[in-house]
């Protein structure tokens, strides 16, 4: 059998193809969370995959959207869950904060600020070597175990007695939380292809949303428990939120499935073909060749990853997206309970927004990927975004104010999964990717230590400066998304006629590897807009 990195021809006869009754029927004995070797099992479906022969005409007798049902049923609802008690977990100091911590340990509004500021720090620094470890590691043992050390993290703030503590604590929460996000980002695009991966991560990412409606509410209904085992009732919130995420992160080692090459619940052809959509992706509208991706880990894809242009022009864009995000996700109920409302109130109505922004999530993203592209969206719902932050700056009458912040939030929660699934859709080899994801993720994040420090509580009620810092990243962010725009539509041009060339010459000028280890940057490879 050839190895994965084959280049096959789009018009082979489908005639000659290897017989479909060869492949098993059932689920194959001892695969997904069995004791069968697993890196035998990957080898052996990745061989079915790329056999002489193999085309999408010899899966054309299975049901597709059947096998989607299947995955999504068995992965993103438990995916959703771990990051919303991850967002739940590292946003709930908001909640707190209103309920008493600042006045209880005797902490000032800059040393709040940097309790904020300092997991960014940590958690930018290890989502890199993270995702690598998740790449030769397996997802139901690695993702669960960092589940379990941050649930224990998230446990012990509810004892701090002093800022410093806190402050330790915060540190060592980003460490545990830092393989989370990009993990599963990047673990979605090892079962989805790029045309269906962000209503995926819509709906994973969704979880964030729904995380700062039920924060709100859990916090709501925790301070009440102020007094009870002389703890005050911020701290509860901390111990039991975090008691939670350690109890469903024991049953993630046992719910989670590693990846496509030994579900369990998928038959041996089926998974043959997932692996088949995943490698040929990129180049399946080509009419001249297909290209399988190069799935094996090198560190020169780490170092590609590291100096390719896209990524960092992608991060600015994020950087537009992510500073709001955390703006919000952090001082929502201190910018609402500003505007005259009582602690309750504000962490009320905190609800109806994260609820309105995950509907909004999920149907943009069924909507980018029924047709097919990313950028147009992502750019809407930074403009939308914009204009929710100038409303905020514009007015001083509260009601218009939580109308802007209102915006602002349902437009950016769309936002966030679509240039997430933007940039992992341009970027091919499952090495870079990881990579890429995590770069983008890591250095992102650091607008998360600069939102951190945005609203500063000498600017209540107004926080003019914040606002105005998070409307400056936005239109950042605009810009940045012209450059790719124009990046991507120069490239392919390129490409096209390059490979037109080619086919006028009557031959490829490229041997296999070459095609295969070039990943995003082989001339079929098309970025995706």
């Not at 995702?131 to 397996?138: D, Q, T």
């Amino acid at each position: 059998m050839e190895k994965p990195g084959v280049v096959k021809s789009d018009s082979q006869d489908s005639q000659d193809l290897p017989r479909t009754q060869s492949f098993s029927q059932q689920p194959h004995p001892g695969s997904g969370h069995g004791h069968r070797n697993k890196a035998e099992e990957i080898a052996r479906i990745d061989a079915l995959a790329t056999s002489p022969g193999v085309t999408m005409a010899s899966f054309a007798h299975l049901d597709e959207k059947k096998i989607l049902r299947k995955m999504d049923l068995r992965l993103i609802p438990m995916l959703a869950l771990l990051y919303l008690l991850s967002f739940l977990d590292r946003g709930n100091i908001g909640n707190a904060k209103i309920e008493g911590l600042v006045e209880d340990l005797g902490m000032t509004g800059p040393q709040y600020n940097w309790t904020l500021t300092v997991f960014f720090f940590t958690y930018a620094a290890f989502e890199v070597p993270s995702n690598l470890l998740l790449k030769k590691l397996r997802p139901s043992i690695w993702l669960p175990s960092i589940m379990v050390a941050w649930g224990i993290v998230m446990t012990l703030m509810g004892i701090v007695q002093n800022y410093h503590g806190l402050l330790i604590a915060r540190i060592f929460l980003g460490v545990a939380e830092a393989g989370l996000f990009p993990g599963v980002a990047y673990y979605i695009t090892m079962w989805y292809c790029r045309h269906e991966a962000q209503f995926r991560q819509a709906l994973f990412f969704s979880a964030a949303s729904v995380a700062g409606a039920f924060s709100g509410l859990l916090a709501f209904g925790i301070a009440h428990m102020d007094g009870v085992g002389n703890l005050e009732g911020w701290r509860w919130i901390f111990i039991l939120e975090g008691m939670l995420t350690v109890i469903v992160a024991i049953a993630a080692f046992f719910t989670l499935y590693d990846f496509p090459e030994t579900a369990s619940f998928l038959t041996e052809e089926e998974r043959a073909f997932v692996v088949y959509r995943l490698k040929y992706q990129a180049s399946q509208n080509s009419d001249a060749v297909q290209v399988a991706q190069d799935d094996t880990f090198q560190w020169s894809y780490v170092k590609d990853a590291f100096l390719d242009w896209q990524i960092w022009t992608n991060i600015w864009v994020y950087w537009g997206i992510v500073a709001p995000l955390y703006g919000i996700s952090l001082f929502l109920p201190s910018i609402i309970r500003a505007l005259g409302y009582t602690s309750s109130t504000a962490q009320l109505l905190t609800v109806p927004i994260y609820i309105t922004a995950s509907v909004l999530a999920v149907a943009v993203a069924y909507t980018s990927d029924r047709y097919g592209k990313r950028y147009p969206f992502i750019l809407g719902c930074l403009c939308i975004m914009a204009i929710g932050f100038i409303m905020c700056l514009a007015s001083t009458t509260p009601g218009v104010i939580y109308a802007g912040v209102f915006l602002a939030t349902c437009a950016l929660y769309p936002a966030f999964p679509g240039n997430i699934t933007w940039l992992s859709n341009n970027l091919a080899g499952s090495t870079k990717r990881a990579a890429g994801q995590a770069i983008q993720i890591a250095m992102g994040n650091l607008a998360g230590a600069m939102a951190s420090n945005f609203y500063r509580s000498q600017d209540a009620p107004r926080y003019v400066l914040g606002h105005a810092l998070e409307l400056a990243f936005i239109v950042a962010g605009i810009v940045a998304v012209g450059v790719l725009v124009v990046g991507y539509r120069r490239v392919n041009g390129k490409r096209e006629r390059e490979l037109e060339r080619e086919r006028e010459d009557g031959g490829m000028g490229w041997t296999v590897e070459e095609m295969s280890a070039k990943g995003d940057r082989a001339v079929t490879f098309r970025y995706f807009l």
